[in-house]
């Protein structure tokens, strides 16, 4: 028995901005949904940042804007917000466009848990911080799904967690603070809890990636409308995965993406402190010094 969910990313629906072809928009996401009627999928996952926001006057007009353009999508959809749908509306306002509420939940399909783990995702700015804030309460929810899980759990957010590294990215290879949330490591802790094989999808970072932490695959897909890996032109990222014994991911568009994953249910030896840190490992340089 497989699941098979079509993901869109980072829609960005707006003026141009940077990399960002906001102006594309609306346009893939008519291919968008086009893409969703021949894909043989059950549910779709809009993983955030609809829009690339402006004020709260114009990102109400955006998020109408791409709430109709979804209506086109013949699947059920799950919505995410990202930081651009949060820097001016706040969640009740995203919820009462898009006809849905957005906190976390979880939903059990064809012998997987999918858990839409809406933590806060606005970028605070300030004198004292900058960033994503990971709130106690998000962290607890995240940890509690993990302990529960009886089956294989798909965690879906708009910030990826793993971490990895942004060289390249035109975006956060000099803001890699902004690429994920400040404590994420709790957060991959509280995953590491499950005694079922775990799979993470996430946005936010505008690029195809698997990273593998802990035994846990980490997955990125690309935006619908960045151009930074494609000389300008909007990448189109349209997206299925499918989730069985084996997981099989695709992205369509002008930024190809495909991946086959087998994960398990096993973590891996936790790591070494710093080696100056370890007793067994100073004394060792120790007698070799002497």
Not at 25 to 48: I, P
Not at 56 to 83: M, S
Not at 138 to 145: E, G, I, P, V, Y
Request: charged residues 20%.
């Amino acid at each position: 028995m497989t699941l098979r969910l079509a993901i869109v990313a980072d829609i960005h629906h707006g003026q141009p901005s940077a990399t960002k072809r906001g102006d594309t928009a609306l346009g893939l996401m008519e291919e968008f949904a086009r893409y969703v009627h021949d894909a043989a999928v059950t549910h779709v996952l809009d993983l955030g940042d609809r829009i690339s926001d402006a004020d709260q006057d114009t990102d109400l007009r955006l998020q109408t804007e791409v709430a109709e353009a979804f209506r086109a999508v013949d699947k059920p959809i799950w919505h995410l917000n990202g930081n651009h749908d949060r820097d001016h509306l706040s969640v009740a306002q995203n919820e009462e466009i898009l006809g849905q509420g957005l906190g976390h939940e979880t939903h059990d399909i064809d012998g997987w848990r999918i858990a839409l783990w809406r933590a806060d995702s606005r970028i605070y700015r300030g004198a004292d911080h900058s960033g994503f804030v990971l709130r106690e309460a998000d962290l607890l929810w995240l940890s509690r799904t993990a302990q529960a899980a009886d089956r294989p759990l798909l965690v879906v957010s708009h910030v990826p967690l793993s971490g990895h590294s942004q060289i390249g990215n035109y975006y956060f290879q000099n803001n890699p603070g902004h690429a994920t949330y400040p404590m994420a490591e709790r957060a991959r802790a509280a995953l590491a809890q499950a005694r079922v094989p775990v799979v993470c999808l996430a946005g936010h970072v505008h690029w195809n990636t698997v990273n593998t932490v802990d035994g846990i695959p980490h997955l990125t897909q690309q935006s619908l409308t960045e151009s930074f890996t494609n000389g300008g032109e909007p990448a189109g990222a349209m997206g299925v995965i499918e989730l069985g014994d084996t997981i099989h991911w695709q992205v369509a568009g002008e930024d190809p993406f495909r991946a086959e994953l087998h994960p398990t249910a096993q973590r891996w030896t936790p790591a070494l402190p710093e080696f100056h840190a370890h007793p067994e490992l100073r004394a060792r340089h120790s007698q070799s010094k002497g």
